[in-house]
């Protein structure tokens, strides 16, 4: 493995590049102490102890670290991981060791997310959300579908708190509550369902 820049991060690590793209985050101790310098060899064995042995072992004990504040997905933690600098063999390991004890459950994810900020959101919404955190379609789908939510009771409880008391909606009115479920997540059907539902309620009360 060849050094092409050692690449200062702060006053305690910095980054250590090689010409084949790989690259390693450490102390500035344990760089001192490996020897290691820019346009240099670093030999196989060397490598091959910071990468799979120190930055393993720190990789695991960073991923249980940041599982001891909030849940994350397994895509999160592997993104943070990431970012952090972790060589790919180490952030793999780090996952697995952890998935091991069932830290990260993508599954346990989703229901925790249907129960809290996803609880009034529709099926569109929650999918969009949870697969920019990396959880696999079906799998939210099938959540979705154990959990028996009613698209259409959630689209019109969103639109009596959003729109207050029950009144016939004008054209514009109309439009801009339709505008507001739908980015909710909820489908065109549930919409006019639910807007239909809260202008009869007016109707009603007369």
Not at 92 to 115: K, M, T
């Amino acid at each position: 493995m060849f050094v092409t820049e050692i690449r200062p991060l702060n006053k305690k690590k910095s980054r250590i590049l090689f010409d084949d793209g790989e690259d390693l985050v450490l102390y500035n101790g344990e760089i001192r102490a490996s020897r290691i310098k820019e346009q240099e060899e670093l030999p196989d064995e060397v490598y091959e102890k910071l990468a799979g042995e120190v930055l393993t072992k720190r990789a695991k004990h960073r991923a249980m670290y940041l599982l001891l504040g909030q849940m994350r997905t397994k895509k999160e933690l592997e993104d943070k991981l990431r970012k952090d600098g972790y060589p790919e063999r180490a952030i793999e390991e780090a996952v697995s060791y952890v998935e091991s004890f069932h830290y990260i459950d993508d599954r346990a994810y989703v229901e925790q997310y249907l129960a809290g900020s996803g609880a009034k959101k529709g099926k569109k919404a929650v999918l969009y959300a949870l697969a920019q955190k990396g959880v696999d379609r079906e799998l939210v789908e099938s959540v979705l579908e154990e959990d028996a939510r009613d698209e259409y009771e959630l689209a019109k409880s969103a639109a009596f708190a959003k729109l207050g008391t029950p009144h016939r909606l004008d054209e514009k009115e109309y439009r801009r509550a339709a505008g507001f479920l739908m980015r909710k997540g909820f489908g065109s059907s549930e919409i006019r369902r639910a807007l239909e539902e809260y202008q009869d309620s007016a109707d009603e009360e007369f």
